[in-house]
């Protein structure tokens, strides 16, 4: 990943696609305690990598560490959306977990402004972190200069489909956006729904790859983040050519693409329901192993040949709780989750789609992988993902506007003005 390739709206000033229940569930870690190793107890580490293959590669990593001798780890696996509506309560509970799976850049940062973030600086002094790219130190860095995260992989979005299903309907990958068009009629006249989305049940969030990717293709790269800032508004001009683009393709999306969640849709996708699905490589973790040979993508059509081509690349890795009673411990695992060894032990546990935050370490070397990391380095510019480029609290104006927009497209223009007041008010907290 090259720092070109990386530049983004920097997520230094104030701002890179997760019930109740689960705090009386055993999420909080109990044994913490306000006092450094008190507890002595194992680091515990919250997960939201659900799935079946990445949860147990994360418990393959989990256990190399224990058995190095020294602090140990205990893995707390949530469901990803559970996670995600709940991460807040955790970070201010009086017990916290120590340890999260999340996201670095605005959203980190939005939680290390309210000083909830370990400082973990002096870890990336350590020769684990040391030789990572500036662009991925600046990403993991607060507005008051701290280091916050530590990164371990990172993954790509596209258009996904089935190339044994491309084959026997006889279609092959567009690049424009009138050939993605065409490539809709022609599945849709073979009885096949074009296009699945997965914006269903509790992912709504899928919807925002569309809102992104249209706009990076229209307006840019610059101008779709400087509009998650608040530079711009929803309801302007620029967006509204968005929706425009977006309702060309409506009629080609399957009818129960807000009915069902992305997991869902994914079958759908491998059973051949739908053709193709805009999504990330997180979503192969669902996937059987024995037809990750026959995934492959395209790239998101090119609109407007004068746009920079920017590409979707989130980072994923792990911050700490400031409120830990084990900070040393918590740390310690920290630097063995930046090292290349325990990337490596979770690419070859999980589905090994997504690709090593640590510039020695091998990522699975599939085709699907090698085609997805030059998506990403030929890439001029890379967004995170609408929530990771603005905010956890700016997310559920998107859902909302955009499940209102593909249940009723021709309402745009009332929808874009609730979802610009609904977003002010985030703003201006």
Request: aromatic fraction near 10%.
């Amino acid at each position: 990943m090259n720092t070109t390739a990386h530049s983004r709206r920097t997520f230094l000033t104030g701002a890179a696609a997760a019930g109740a229940a689960a705090l009386t569930s055993g999420c909080v870690a109990s044994s913490s305690t306000g006092k450094e190793g008190a507890s002595g107890g194992a680091v515990t580490l919250q997960s939201n990598l659900s799935s079946p293959q990445a949860k147990s590669a994360m418990q393959e990593v989990v256990d190399a560490f224990n058995k190095r001798g020294g602090a140990k780890g205990s893995l707390n696996t949530v469901a990803s959306e559970t996670f995600r509506t709940q991460l807040p309560t955790y970070l201010t509970s009086a017990n916290p977990p120590d340890l999260y799976t999340w996201y670095p850049g605005s959203v980190a940062e939005s939680y290390a402004s309210k000083d909830l973030l370990l400082d973990v600086s002096d870890l990336w002094e350590k020769p684990e972190l040391a030789g990572y790219s500036d662009a991925i130190k600046k990403l993991c860095t607060d507005s008051a200069g701290r280091k916050v995260f530590v990164p371990t992989t990172y993954y790509w979005w596209g258009v996904f489909y089935r190339k044994s299903h491309f084959a026997k309907w006889d279609v092959k990958e567009p690049k424009t956006w009138d050939e993605f068009l065409d490539l809709c009629d022609k599945l849709k006249s073979k009885g096949v729904a074009p296009i699945g989305l997965g914006a269903g049940g509790n992912t709504p969030w899928v919807a925002s790859s569309w809102f992104d990717y249209l706009d990076i293709r229209i307006n840019g790269a610059a101008y779709h983040r400087d509009l998650l800032a608040g530079k711009h508004r929803f309801d302007d001009p620029e967006v509204r050519k968005v929706f425009d683009r977006w309702g060309e393709a409506l009629p080609y999306f399957d009818p129960d693409g807000t009915a069902l969640p992305f997991q869902d849709a994914t079958t759908a996708l491998l059973q051949g329901r739908t053709g193709m699905m805009l999504i990330g490589t997180f979503f192969a973790d669902a996937a059987p192993k024995d037809q990750l040979d026959d995934i492959d993508f395209f790239r998101f059509p090119v609109i407007d040949p004068k746009v920079p081509l920017a590409e979707e690349a989130p980072t994923d890795g792990y911050f700490a709780s400031a409120r830990t009673g084990r900070k040393d411990a918590t740390k310690e695992l920290l630097r063995y989750l930046a090292t290349a060894e325990a990337q490596e032990i979770y690419l070859k546990g999980s589905s090994g789609t997504s690709l090593p935050a640590h510039p020695d370490a091998k990522d699975s070397g599939t085709p699907l992988v090698a085609k997805g990391r030059k998506l990403i380095e030929d890439a001029a510019d890379l967004t995170q993902f609408f929530n990771r480029d603005s905010s956890d609290a700016l997310a559920p104006t998107a859902d909302t506007a955009l499940t209102r927009f593909l249940a009723k497209p021709k309402e745009i223009g009332s929808i874009l003005t609730t979802w610009q007041r609904d977003a002010q008010k985030i703003w201006s907290q």
